[in-house]
């Protein structure tokens, strides 16, 4: 097992402490794929560490996560006209998002490595998940976040979880930039996706897609914010693929909010990347303006043959709703960016209806409520009576 720049090639041993390549390019694991168990993908005891063969770590720091619930989307599949519609539930992980399947094994490999602090910056679900597995761990944890723009779930969690809370005057690329510094030289270990080990977490989530459904679907449809969990989630069905576990590969369909859409808006014009410079949406876990892992994410959408897309804070929430209302999936807004994407696509006639589909949905809806509750208004109280009850009834 080897770290490889995906720009130039070089490779870096695992027990070195390294995020970027010397070219400055992005790392990657490199597992060997000869000594993985193809034999487990049986439908049975879905877990996350059920792959451990898979995974580049040998110590283990868990919370029991993965596992989560592959819903059939019977309702809106019916609604929309699609064949097969499917959401991987990451909420039900145990500090509700998909963080924590790279916190799992990123705290591991800290403790691998002898480091006692971790550290991250965070619109919210990273801190969180952080805080937890450093404090399972006993270690140390400093996350930083963009002053007044993370949901209250969020910051809560990561305050009751025993870590450090810095807010950052500025958004989350300005906080980002001061942990990769004090990665370098505070002695901190940084656990932003940037770090490829966490990144081989994430890619779990394609592992128990093929476990649970006994079979590859056509398209995989996920929010796109720092753009790890696209990558890792190619990463993982293209090892089962390499390994000889499935014989077709999905496309990859990344969605972005349109006031943090660098990504989607550079594929749709065909021109160069360039960042969103005040990245601003209603889906904060998504309110990213220059994502580290984009190059990643590009590769993982081109080799797949996918497509980027964009959608606007109203449909965003039209598709929270539709989750919740439809279905009784309550996720947060930048999981329904997912539902948003893949509804209009459809309505362009982009994506086929004769296809099956998996929803990516990357957290719980009660890490940010307010958006619910700033957008609803309680009706008047009634009357303590039947008949006043009857009325409303009627």
Known sequence: MVLRCIRCG???PED???YRCECGGLLEVVIDLDKVDTNIFDGKNVTLWKYESWLPVKKRVTLNEGGTPLYKLENLGKDLGIRELYAKN???NPTGSFKDRGMTVGVSKALELGMDKVICAST???SASLAAYAAKAGIKAYVLVPSGKIAL???AQAIIY?????PVKGNFDDALRIVVEASSKLGVYMLNSINPFRLEGQKTIAYEIYDQLQEVPDNVVLPVGNAGNISAIWKGFKELYEAGVIDKLPRMIGIQAEGASPLAKAWKEKREFRPEERPETVATAIRIGNPANWPKAWKAVEESGGTFESVSDKEILEAQRLLASREGLFVEPASAASLAGLIKLLKNGEIEKDESYVLITTGHGLKDP?????NFRLPEPIEPTLEAFRRVMK
């Not at 025993?162 to 810095?166: R, S, T």
């Open 10 to 12: 070089r490779e870096y």
């Open 162 to 166: 025993g870590a450090q809370v810095v």
């Open 370 to 374: 307010n958006i619910v509750i700033d």
């Open 90 to 92: 990451e909420g039900a």
């Open 124 to 126: 919210g679900n990273t």
């Open 16 to 18: 070195e402490v390294r």
């Open 153 to 155: 779930g969020k910051l």
